[in-house]
C-alpha cells in the first residue's frame, strides 16, 4: 500500500468531537486510507454502506438496532456514507445522542454527501479530501529516481492506486473499465443528469480543452443543449472530483482577463482516456498540456495534503501576457510555469510584476520537478 499524506493531519482529529468527512472520486483509496488509519484501533469498526444488510440497518433510524451494529466500537467509520439518504440526519443524532461515539465518513460525491450533510451537521465535522497518488506518496514507497524513471508513463496513465504498479496494457484495461461505469456511477445517479451521453461528449471537450480558457456558450453550441445545463454538468463534475477549474487572477488591472476559467483533470490517465490516447509522450503533440495538467494536478495535491490554506489561478492580459499558475496564501503571491522541453529562458510579465510586487518566477521540467514539492 502507498502511504497518504492525508493521514497525519486526519489523526489529529481523532480525539477531537467533530465528524471527519473524507471526499475522493471513487478508486483514489479512500476505503485503503481508512484502513490504514484504523489499523491499531482495535475500538474502531469500518461500516461499508454500499452492503445492503448494512444500509438497510442505517436507513432504519433504529437506534437500538444501529447501536447494536457498532458491537461495542467506539470509532465508527461509515464508507461511501452518500448512498444512505439522511446520512447528515443519522451522523447528527449519533453526534449529539451518544457523544461516546468518534465518526468517520467517507463519500464519492460531494454533491449527494455535501447535500446531505450540510444543514445537520454545520459546526460539527471537518472535511478533508483524497486524491490519486502524489508524487510525493509514491516516492515514499519508492524512491525519487522510481518517480523520474516513471515520469513519462504517469503522464500517460495518471496516477490511481490500483494502476500504478500494473503493466501498460493492464493499465489501459483498468482506465476503460474506470471511466466507463465506475467513476460515473454516482454522478448517472443523480436526479439533475438527465444524459449520461451527454456528460461524456461534455468531459471529451473539456479534455480537448485542458489548458486553455472555456467559454460555455461554445460548449453549448457544440454539445446541442442549453448554457444552464452546461453549468450544471460541469459543477456535477467537479464536485465528483474528475475536473477542477482555475479563475483567472485579476485585480482592477484594464487589460487583464476577468471572469474566465481553464479547466483541468484530476488525473492525467483520465484525461486521455476521454480523448482516446494513450500514445507515449515521445509519440504525441500534445505533450506540453499534458505536463501542465500533471503539474498543476500535483502542485494542488501537495498544498492539500499538507492542509496549506492556498487559492489557485491563472493569469493572462488581452495582449497576451499569461501566467500558468498563480498561487494565493495569506496575501503572498507565488507564479509558476510549466515546460516539457527546452525553454528559453523565461521572464514574468513585467505588467504583472510591475502591479503585484512578484519578481520570481518558478519554472518547473521534468528535470526540476522537485521544485513542485517546495513551499
Not at 500500500?1 to 468527512?21: D, G, N, S
Not at 503533440?285 to 498544498?303: A, Q, T, V, Y
Amino acid at each position: 500500500m502507498y502511504p497518504r499524506k492525508v493521514i497525519e493531519t486526519i489523526e489529529k482529529w481523532l480525539a477531537k468531537p467533530e465528524v471527519i468527512i473524507i471526499y475522493g472520486a471513487r478508486q483514489v483509496g479512500k476505503t485503503t486510507l481508512l484502513k490504514m488509519l484504523l489499523k491499531n484501533m482495535e475500538n474502531s469498526l469500518l461500516l461499508n454502506c454500499e452492503i445492503p444488510n448494512v444500509a438497510t440497518l442505517l436507513e432504519s433510524n433504529d437506534v437500538s438496532a444501529i447501536t447494536a451494529l457498532f458491537s461495542g466500537k467506539k470509532i465508527i467509520a461509515f464508507d461511501e456514507a452518500q448512498v444512505i439518504p439522511n446520512i447528515g440526519s443519522l451522523l447528527k443524532l449519533i453526534y449529539d445522542e451518544m457523544p461516546e461515539y468518534k465518526l468517520i465518513a467517507t463519500g464519492s460525491s460531494s454533491f449527494d454527501l455535501a447535500s446531505q450533510l450540510g444543514e445537520p451537521l454545520t459546526g460539527r465535522n471537518i472535511k478533508f479530501r483524497v486524491y490519486p497518488l502524489s508524487i510525493n506518496e509514491m516516492k515514499e514507497k519508492n524512491s525519487w529516481l522510481w518517480v523520474l524513471n516513471q515520469l513519462n508513463i504517469l503522464l500517460v496513465f495518471g496516477n490511481y492506486p490500483g494502476l500504478i504498479d500494473l503493466g501498460i496494457k493492464e493499465k489501459i484495461q483498468k482506465l476503460t473499465v474506470l471511466s466507463s461505469d465506475y467513476l460515473f456511477k454516482d454522478i448517472f445517479a443523480y436526479e439533475k443528469v438527465k444524459s449520461p451521453v451527454i456528460i461524456r461528449k461534455l468531459l471529451k471537450a473539456l479534455a480537448m480543452q485542458v489548458g486553455s480558457q472555456v467559454s460555455t456558450n461554445e460548449l453549448s453550441n457544440l454539445l446541442g443543449i442549453s448554457r444552464q445545463v452546461i453549468d450544471t454538468y460541469i459543477d456535477i463534475l467537479e464536485k465528483s472530483f474528475i475536473i477542477f477549474s482555475l479563475e483567472s487572477f485579476s485585480t482592477n488591472m484594464r487589460n487583464e482577463i476577468k471572469k474566465s476559467k481553464k479547466y483541468f483533470f484530476y488525473d492525467n490517465g483520465i484525461l486521455n482516456t476521454m480523448i482516446g490516447n494513450f500514445n507515449l509522450i515521445q509519440n504525441r503533440n500534445d505533450s506540453g498540456i499534458l505536463w501542465e495538467n500533471f503539474c498543476i494536478s500535483e502542485r494542488i495535491k501537495f498544498n492539500q495534503n499538507h492542509n496549506y490554506n492556498t487559492n489557485h489561478y491563472f493569469w493572462r492580459t488581452y495582449d497576451g501576457a499569461e501566467i500558468d499558475f498563480v498561487e494565493e496564501e495569506n496575501g503572498e503571491l507565488k507564479v509558476f510555469e510549466f515546460k516539457i522541453g527546452k525553454t528559453r529562458k523565461h521572464k514574468i510579465p513585467k505588467s504583472f510584476s510591475t502591479k503585484y510586487g512578484v519578481n520570481s518566477l518558478t519554472i518547473v521540467t521534468p528535470n526540476n520537478l522537485h521544485l513542485l514539492l517546495d513551499k
